[in-house]
């Protein structure tokens, strides 16, 4: 049955996060220090929003581009704390931002643009554009994982469209700061490029504040939403803001492709912008700060973790990240390859975001597995 199956697929690979997952599946009761959400449940006044709005019958299609409640309550947010300029109309809500990094590709490239992506990266980034027909060119940021104009300059040529910028980063949790924002911004201006911004870490951040791009460049298309910030992974809201007419351009696309996004997530969305508690990211660092002290043992210059709730680690030498993963899987603790992430096949992304009663056990026998293998590794 693939002659059926579409040749813009052919290049689609998730074999090996699919790989890490059935690794998890054969051991019982696995530590978990792969997954990328947090570990909280929905606050209750989220949760009592998304039942009133089911009690109260708003269980109908919304306006494609969202309510407009929500839109305003976004666009205010967006000014008042991230200093972008917003209004409803340059916002469109969607069922999560990996649906909004499909359709903002989908308004902005055509096949042969390229796109700037910085490696390490979030799959959809690379997978989606390829799927396009657009070119993915990644921008090795490796070691320290700091997204520079001086690392970004090089790869622009006439085709480049767009540049990626997610800060805080997953995978590597790097925060990127105000002043190479800016300076990135002049680039993108200098080139009239268009900027996209994942900003889902923006609470997330431990050791400097976050700075959003588009409060210096226009030309910049905002991505966020709620699944992590507020603990709504399931109820599927993210959205857009950016320059009217590109936001027009994805609205058209939303009207043939999801038309709408969940009511009840929607009214859940806006109770959660209106009713906030902001220490998530607090307690974040904590966690943060006790999972580097664990790690900085057997990992002494760690890169990243200034924010999100990733570390993307170096194995040492040039072990395979997929026969660690497999070995480390083995002593009951999931992780992902970090070739799953980037051109780099010698680092794993570990997760501190998962159940804080066993995370101190998953990340000893993480170093204790690879002090084992540099053991090993000297011994041959």
Request: aromatic share 8%; charged share 20%.
């Given at each position: 049955?693939?002659?059926?199956?579409?040749?813009?697929?052919?290049?689609?690979?998730?074999?090996?996060?699919?790989?890490?997952?059935?690794?998890?599946?054969?051991?019982?009761?696995?530590?978990?220090?792969?997954?990328?959400?947090?570990?909280?449940?929905?606050?209750?006044?989220?949760?009592?929003?998304?039942?009133?709005?089911?009690?109260?019958?708003?269980?109908?299609?919304?306006?494609?581009?969202?309510?407009?409640?929500?839109?305003?309550?976004?666009?205010?947010?967006?000014?008042?704390?991230?200093?972008?300029?917003?209004?409803?109309?340059?916002?469109?809500?969607?069922?999560?931002?990996?649906?909004?990094?499909?359709?903002?590709?989908?308004?902005?490239?055509?096949?042969?643009?390229?796109?700037?992506?910085?490696?390490?990266?979030?799959?959809?980034?690379?997978?989606?554009?390829?799927?396009?027909?657009?070119?993915?060119?990644?921008?090795?940021?490796?070691?320290?994982?700091?997204?520079?104009?001086?690392?970004?300059?090089?790869?622009?040529?006439?085709?480049?469209k767009a540049i990626v910028v997610n800060t805080p980063n997953n995978p590597s949790g790097a925060v990127?700061?105000?002043?190479?924002?800016?300076?990135?911004?002049?680039?993108?201006?200098?080139?009239?490029?268009?900027?996209?911004?994942?900003?889902?870490?923006?609470?997330?951040?431990?050791?400097?504040?976050?700075?959003?791009?588009?409060?210096?460049?226009?030309?910049?298309?905002?991505?966020?939403?709620?699944?992590?910030?507020?603990?709504?992974?399931?109820?599927?809201?993210?959205?857009?803001?950016?320059?009217?007419?590109?936001?027009?351009?994805?609205?058209?696309?939303?009207?043939?492709?999801?038309?709408?996004?969940?009511?009840v997530g929607q009214h859940a969305a806006l109770a959660a912008l209106r009713h906030r508690s902001l220490?998530?990211?607090?307690?974040?660092?904590?966690?943060?700060?006790?999972?580097?002290?664990?790690?900085?043992?057997?990992?002494?210059?760690?890169?990243?973790?200034?924010?999100?709730?990733?570390?993307?680690?170096?194995?040492?030498?040039?072990?395979?990240d997929m026969k660690f993963v497999n070995q480390l899987s083995h002593r009951g603790v999931i992780v992902?390859?970090?070739?799953?992430?980037?051109?780099?096949?010698?680092?794993?992304?570990?997760?501190?975001?998962?159940?804080?009663?066993?995370?101190?056990?998953?990340?000893?026998?993480?170093?204790?597995?690879?002090?084992?293998?540099?053991?090993?590794?000297?011994?041959?």
């Amino acid at each position: 049955m693939t002659r059926f199956i579409a040749k813009r697929l052919a290049d689609f690979d998730s074999s090996k996060i699919r790989a890490a997952f059935e690794f998890a599946e054969n051991i019982p009761n696995p530590i978990d220090l792969s997954i990328g959400f947090p570990e909280d449940n929905t606050p209750d006044h989220i949760k009592l929003a998304g039942i009133e709005a089911i009690r109260n019958n708003h269980t109908r299609y919304t306006s494609t581009n969202g309510m407009a409640a929500l839109r305003k309550a976004i666009a205010k947010k967006l000014e008042s704390e991230n200093k972008v300029p917003s209004g409803p109309d340059h916002v469109t809500i969607m069922p999560g931002i990996t649906t909004g990094i499909l359709l903002s590709y989908l308004a902005i490239l055509d096949p042969g643009d390229e796109v700037l992506i910085p490696d390490p990266y979030f799959p959809p980034y690379k997978e989606l554009a390829v799927m396009l027909g657009a070119k993915a060119v990644l921008v090795d940021t490796a070691p320290s994982f700091q997204l520079t104009p001086d690392l970004i300059r090089p790869h622009i040529t006439s085709r480049t469209k767009a540049i990626v910028v997610n800060t805080p980063n997953n995978p590597s949790g790097a925060v990127y700061p105000e002043h190479e924002l800016r300076k990135i911004a002049e680039l993108a201006k200098e080139h009239d490029l268009i900027v996209i911004s994942d900003e889902v870490y923006e609470y997330f951040c431990y050791d400097d504040r976050h700075f959003s791009i588009g409060s210096v460049y226009p030309n910049t298309l905002t991505l966020n939403g709620f699944s992590k910030s507020f603990a709504m992974t399931g109820w599927r809201i993210g959205y857009i803001s950016g320059p009217p007419a590109i936001v027009e351009a994805i609205n058209e696309l939303l009207q043939y492709t999801v038309f709408s996004s969940s009511s009840v997530g929607q009214h859940a969305a806006l109770a959660a912008l209106r009713h906030r508690s902001l220490d998530i990211g607090t307690r974040y660092r904590t966690k943060r700060d006790q999972s580097r002290s664990i790690l900085e043992k057997t990992f002494p210059n760690i890169q990243g973790g200034q924010g999100a709730f990733f570390f993307f680690l170096k194995l040492p030498g040039q072990s395979p990240d997929m026969k660690f993963v497999n070995q480390l899987s083995h002593r009951g603790v999931i992780v992902l390859p970090g070739s799953a992430f980037s051109n780099h096949q010698n680092y794993i992304r570990i997760s501190y975001a998962g159940e804080s009663a066993r995370l101190e056990k998953g990340l000893e026998l993480l170093c204790e597995s690879v002090n084992i293998m540099q053991r090993h590794s000297s011994i041959d």
